[in-house]
């Protein structure tokens, strides 16, 4: 199990996560929902190592992450999915996969994860050679979906997957989701998309200006009450 | 082997055989061919840290300065034979370029400014420490290069072979380095550093050995300067024509390619000496200037990839 624990963390003078604690079960599908600003990214970003974490901690196992290099994570079956999904735009489809495998333990597995993800994605197999710059948003977030599951994580972090693309792609993706998290891959969802991340979520976090104003399964949310919290008409 | 590399292995031989048996007896053209292939290696050197490593030096005389003078001193204090000095000369130069570690957090022109600073501080450290240096008196009578399976390679074209040996294994080295799975990640790394971390790259480490890399190739280039002019002084070391013309020669034969560098040098240079020289004797660099603003306006891959793509 992920947990993160009164986690404080920002960058530089200007702090985001203000004390959050936020726990990630095994095999389970967490969301994280919440308004612009609310320091989802950001969490991501010190869970990662991507920024330092201030007070607090990360621990994986009851392993902790805190002060660990981002470079490990992958190792340690952590991958990210991040905002913007961050392709590398010069290289075609098939080496920004194999970058996903950089770290020599993941490389014997290259060529099998390759086709597990050509697999999961044919549109991706189609356009190997292609250079990832000239993908459109669909094909590119996919490509970062393939991206980090070409290590074989155990633990997923995904931060808005379905920013900016069609509802038909958004619906393959959180198929493709839905599909990992049965094979037991935990999976951390950063979404805005709350109707989307509701329905596949097993719990869900909202947060909001750094902080977690509520924790519950998906299937017990109150829509009203979240709507509410969201738009900030209640404490 | 393949097509390439049987073709790399022709044109080696080709080098090694033609010049000097052309040029041999002419001192004068010999001289000149050798001062354009350490113009060349240096060349060689720093299109390695920019395109692999994605960081724009201005400060390559550094690392020439140290090599030269590490590998002169070792050879005249310690009495080192001269082919094991160059090599050491290298690591030398890799240890003083570890200085420069902190430097790698910056990135475009910070890194270049900070890196441009970093050499004055050598060519200051060279001049005071006399003790060591002899300061701006220099370093006179340098060992020459020994006689090695009864070639001479002290004579100009003894010389040659070396350093055309030394390229071709700074070029090999270089092919290497970008092929393998380092040089996809330090591509990768021009898109997003921060996305190569997270798929596992240890960035800073490859960044760092890519300035090790070019700081070691850059010190045997000094070191072989050393040992064939017979002569160092601080401001000649470490002038700022050892950082400048290479990065001319590299941006004018087409920096992102392998042997861009090497004719980009052998151009310059020779244009340099051989028509600027005779038409303006005193500042005939500022037409290299003149050469490079038209070259970066015209043909901003440089002549390689312009020669490739008339041909193609």
Redesign the interface.
Known sequence: MLSVTDLRAGYGAINILWDVSLRFPLGQLTAIIGPNGAGKTTLLRAI?G?IPVTLGDVTLDSYSLRGR???????MGL??I?EGR??????SVE??L???A??KP??PALARNLERVFGLFPRLHERRRQLAGSLSGGEAQMLALG??L??EPRLLLIDEPSLGLAPVIVHEIFAILRGLKEQGVTIVLVEQNTHMALAVADSVYLMRSGRVLLNERAAAVDSQRLHDLYFAREG | MNQRNFLFAVLLLATYVLVPAVFGDNNYVMGLIISALIVAGIAIAWALLGNLGGMVSFGHAAFFGVGSYASALLTMKLGWPVLLAMPMAGLIAVLFSAAMLPALRLSGPYFALAILAYAQIFRILATEMDWLTQGAKGLSRIPTLPVLFGIDLGSRSGSYLVIVTLLAAFIACYAWVRRSHYGTALRAMHDSEQATRVVGVNSVMLKAWMLFLSAFMTGVIGAFNAHTINFLEPDYAFGGGWSVLPIVAAIFGGYRTLSGPVIGALCIYLIDQLLFKSLLPTGHQIMLGVLLAAMILFAPDGLLPLFRRRHA
């Open positions: 990662m991507l290099n981002t470079w490990d994570m992958a190792g991958a990210l991040p961050m392709v590398f735009a010069d290289m080496d920004n194999a970058m996903g950089f770290p993941h490389r991206r980090g070409m290590s």
